[in-house]
């Protein structure tokens, strides 16, 4: 079975640094792959997704991500963090389950605190 | 472009009682699936519903059920609550294929 891990609960950086959020999955196919932003009491939002091509995937709010299929990682990037991007981060896998059809399995997620 | 609604945003229901959530999914979206998101568990895959018909279902008792109308909108029923069905509902809807859009999700205490 397809599954997800985020391996940081929690990380902090400062305004300005820069991010990386790790994320390994285990699939036995090319997987859909997905990152998600939730902030507190909302929805999930996508920020951006994989599907095939280019490994280097650029998505909303200046965030990217990079699916590197030999180290099963997808981990997403932002050059320069702003104290709006603190959130709770997940990274996703979808699973094809008939046709084009998937389901997405969740990692538990980071959360990124962001201090002033 | 309206996102997809869920109603209500908020409830609070007593044990063994039973509740139905709405979903209304982006205009256009046939594909809407149901994920419960809880602090230990996190977020987990209840169902997903294409033109009215379950094409899949998550590893969930058959206290949960859903179902989906002519207007792609959804609902999920959950009956004889318990404590640990508290929980954050979450409907999302996608074209089929297509990445998926979340709705704010319905947050729900058992008491």
């Known amino acids: 079975a397809q599954s997800v891990t985020q391996p940081d609960i929690h990380i902090t950086v400062s305004e300005g640094a820069s991010l990386e959020l790790r994320c390994n999955y285990s699939?036995?196919?090319?997987?859909?792959l997905f990152w998600y932003v939730q902030s507190p009491g909302q929805g999930l939002q996508l920020l951006l997704k994989?599907?095939?091509?280019?490994?280097l995937v650029q998505g909303i709010k200046g965030f990217e991500a990079e699916f590197k299929r030999s180290q099963s990682s997808f981990n997403l990037r932002k050059p320069s963090v702003h104290w709006s991007d603190a959130a709770e981060y997940f990274c996703?896998?979808?699973?094809?389950?008939?046709?084009?059809?998937?389901?997405?399995?969740f990692g538990k997620g980071t959360l990124l605190t962001v201090n002033p | 472009k309206a996102g997809v609604t869920q109603t209500p945003r908020y409830l609070i229901k007593t044990r063994g009682q039973q509740v139905t959530l709405s979903c209304s999914p982006i205009s256009g979206h046939r594909s809407v699936s149901w994920y419960q998101q809880t602090p230990g568990q996190g977020l987990q895959f209840l169902f997903e519903y294409f033109s009215e018909t379950q094409r899949n279902k998550g590893n969930f008792p058959g206290r949960f059920s859903g179902r989906q109308f002519s207007n792609s909108r959804s609902e999920m029923n959950v009956s004889t609550l318990e404590l640990g069905d508290s929980a954050l509902y979450l409907c999302?809807?996608?074209?089929?294929?297509?990445?998926?859009?979340f709705g704010s999700g319905t947050r729900l205490t058992v008491v």
């Open positions: 999302a809807s996608s074209l089929d294929p297509g990445p998926y859009t």
């Open positions: 996703a896998v979808g699973e094809l389950i008939g046709g084009s059809n998937y389901k997405l399995t």
């Open positions: 994989y599907f095939s091509g280019d490994t």
């Open positions: 699939y036995g196919a090319t997987p859909y």
